[in-house]
DNA sequence: ACATGGGGTTGATCTGCGTCAATGCGGAAA
DNA sequence: TTTCCGCATTGACGCAGATCAACCCCATGT
């Protein structure tokens, strides 16, 4: 019925906490995502700081929200594992996609400005996210320069990734906008490691249409038509890129 | 005629410069924006603390970029007076506005991100900023806790701002983009001091466009309409605001 | 195996906005 | 004052993408 929190991990079974093996603690330092999350740039002893302050872990389900729009603000979250979208609902009823997130992106950084998030975090599959207490990481920023300074990166990546979202959003055409689409997720499963060619989409059409501007239709057909191109293969959710090439054409003329 | 710049009483005249007055220096705490700018919400000793880092101001002419994309990232800007558009170029060689600037707002947070600008900021009109070195804003906010904190929110809201735009552009008709558009402006107007009701568009009909993902046509067909419903007044960049609920109703029906 | 339902595809038609083009207006310079 | 030029307005027309509607596919539960 409504989201209700599962029992956190770390902290919910006291048997555990007496073996304390480090390899499964919830610690930066061994996470294999440190290369793209918070940690990215920092030197060993100063990940370890940052292990200080992750302490502890939850899990979403698929559908379920991990924060809504105006749930006070305390925690930033990293992705460990999973998919989400960030979503508001309209005035209409209808719910906009702002954004989609997979593990290594931090979530919550639009509640920081006045203490409430300014969006719904959803879950599109069963997630995990380490929670980092706000306060606490603005401590740990206080006597560790170079974290201070990642995370003003960390939030200026995100001011970048928006305006390039309203680029889109502002200048492209319904191919060009899904073009941009599927080589931005090819690119970020490429840098976790996955294939940049092959991938399996987590959202509808029509949140990838609420996320373009475009009804779920037009993605549908717009999909076939880059099949028939030969660009894409498409069956369902499963994406195979078969012309890279042929898909960054696209933008390049402007139109 | 145009709404010129009162002449700027503190660098203007060189005669002034051995005096030296508190009150004329380029301090935060003195500055009439302070409750907009970054000082807001510190104490007195606070904003102090801000007078010694921003020491400088830089004078932009109308049309002047006050950096372009790609530029070393070395300081962020506050606005002091006059107006500004971000802007990038694009492959097609037209340029794209990602958003309008105004007194006591904060420029180039996008630079943090890779040390460099993405995007250009182009004035106006004829403007005034305060550099603000990013270098020693992080060694402040460093020193002062509070300072650290409001850094950040200053940037989540322009990462909450950014969020508007993309829900703008991505569910919204025309109309209800104009609508959304104007009364935005009118907001900040008035928390700048100045009529909600009456102002002078500092940007052409195709820098809106360019903002709102329309065409120049589109945005004057809508301004007529809208004046011919008696919703605003239109005299080219003359707008004054009729009826702001008449406003307000096109947002909240969806679509 | 079968039924069920949510997502996806595809076609026909409609329309909001873009495009193209002509005209008007007002501020800056001579 | 007159000229000029960039900006704005307005109209006629076309098209990209929305809308409406039918059908299909596949995953899920019984």
Redesign the pocket.
């Known amino acids: 019925m409504h989201d209700s929190q599962p029992p956190d991990l770390m902290t919910a079974q006291p048997a555990l906490k007496a073996i304390d093996i480090p390899q499964l603690k919830t610690v930066c330092s061994s996470c294999s995502l440190r290369e793209l999350c918070l940690p990215i740039g920092l030197s060993q002893s100063e990940i370890e700081q940052l292990d200080q302050l992750v302490y502890t872990r939850r899990r979403i389900k698929r559908g379920e929200n991990l924060y809504r729009a105006g749930d006070e603000f305390a925690s930033l979250y990293a992705i460990r594992s999973g998919f989400f979208k960030s979503n508001v609902l309209l005035a209409d009823g209808r719910d906009q996609v702002t954004g989609f997130h997979m593990p290594g992106e931090i979530m919550g950084l639009d509640g920081i400005s006045i203490d409430r998030h300014a969006c719904n975090a959803t879950a599109l599959e069963d997630s995990e996210v380490c929670v980092i207490p706000f306060a606490r990481l603005e401590e740990a920023s206080h006597q560790v320069r170079s974290l201070q300074h990642h995370f003003h990166k960390v939030m200026s990546r995100e001011i970048v990734r928006d305006q390039g979202v309203m680029m889109l959003l502002g200048s ?4 060009e ?1 899904l073009a941009a689409f599927l080589l931005n997720l090819s690119q970020r499963f490429v840098s976790r490691g996955y294939s940049p060619a092959e991938f399996h ?1 987590r ?5 990838i ?1 609420s996320f373009l ?9 717009i ?2 038509k880059f ?1 028939h191109e030969g660009l894409i293969g ?4 499963h994406i195979r890129i078969r012309r890279v090439d042929g898909l960054r054409a696209l933008l390049d003329r402007g ?1």
């Open positions: 492209m055409h319904a191919e906008r989409l959202m509808t059409r029509e949140e249409g501007g475009l009804k779920l239709e037009t993605v549908s057909r999909f076939s099949q498409v069956q369902q959710k139109d």
